[in-house]
């Protein structure tokens, strides 16, 4: 049986802020699945830049995102990624632990 991750604190905080900025873009975007459909078309020649459960664990705080995938979600987002990056250092480091 697999163990369960310990609660990060710092993670579910950065998650809770980028599905804000997501659902920030629209109703067209407030799914997750629908938000990678779309943003695939619009932004990224139709191919597949993220999947739909690594977006979710992101955003539930489960798994850090790479620079790679903060790049592409960046985009999808419509932030600068510096400044996207900017604030999750904000989030990371404002949080104890």
Known sequence: MAEKKEYNEKLVAIGEMLLHKRKALGSDYKKREKFI???????????D?????????????????????????????????????SEIVDIYKSKEG
């Open 37 to 47: 459909e779309l943003r695939s078309q619009e932004l990224f020649g139709g191919n």
């Open 49 to 85: 830049w993220i999947s739909p459960r690594h977006l979710a664990n992101i955003e539930l705080g489960k798994n850090w995102i790479s620079i790679e995938k903060l790049l592409l979600l960046a985009d999808a987002l419509e932030i600068n990624p510096v400044e996207l990056f």
